[in-house]
């Protein structure tokens, strides 16, 4: 699974802070 931070993204935090609400939302799944 590849995300592209560099399109549509205002900046480091918002990527940072999208990439650690995936990474709950798939821990939820596979928990």
């Not at 699974?1 to 596979?30: D, Q, Y």
Request: hydrophobic share 50%.
């Amino acid at each position: 699974m590849t995300i592209n931070v560099h399109v549509g993204v205002p900046g480091p935090r918002a990527a940072v802070a999208l990439s650690r609400f995936a990474w709950k939302r798939l821990e939820g799944c596979h928990a």
